[in-house]
């Protein structure tokens, strides 16, 4: 679990920096003008203008900040940004290494910077000589998993104006990390579905808190894989799911602050026993939550931050 901590860099890469001019004929020495005073500015606040939060590697939600006013794409897709310049920006397990970044200033000045992500080594288990299992599921359950990962699916592509995510997160639960992001078991051959979510192994019944302010979108007491499932929205797509809870303290639609009691541990669905699987997404994308919390104390996280006692 060695990942590095939170690393703020301004990139100054090898972005080709050209100035656009728009918008009829009386603008372009204009738009020259205010690109050049923007340019100094920027320049001298950070370079180029825009700063990454977080470790640049797959499986990462990086926090950025831009110019007010700013727009960015990634890989020319639109990402939501805040009037005052922040967003998120999150990295799958097997994100493709070579990222663009394009930034068009307020005044049209579009910036391209190129992102080298790391690449991550999961934890892979090889199992051989498994019995081989063909057990065909009862038409009525495929159904009913088909339609809960639909409804998932469809919570995790929010795109709200919430802020939360930009306040930082702590720790949802108190515990030991029994389970990492990516990990992997191939049984003879066959690769399972990789783990997406860091799990903390904590008593039937302990405290699960809200990580970082936010609304929650789902709140499932019975969901036939993972149990007792909340998924709480931080904005911008950034969202945290919990699963195998044992209660909901929570109702669909309530907002939560940062240390607000959600839940409670438990081993709902299929779970082997009590933990906490914490998952963190950027919409569609599965990010590692160990990339934007704070730091382990040797596996284990840090003692629970301190609630108004609320519930
Ligand atoms: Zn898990």
New binding site residues.
Partial sequence: MAIPRKTRRSIDCDATNQSRSVRGPSWPMLARLLATMLGAWALSSSALGLELSGPQQQGALLIGQVAPGSQVWLNEKAVRVTAAGQFAMGFGREAELEQRVRVQSPVGQTTVHNLTLSQREYDIQRIEGVPSRTVTPPQERTKRIRREAGRVREVRATDSDLTGFLAGFVWPAEGRIS?VYGSQRVYNGHPGSP?Y?V?IAAPRGAVVIAPASGVVTLAEPNLFYSGGTLIIDHGHGVSSTFLHLDSLLVEPGQSVKQGDRIARVGSTGRSTGPHL?WRMNWYGERVDPVTIAPPLQEGHTPPLLKTDGRK
């Fill in positions: 389970g783990h979510g799990d699987d």
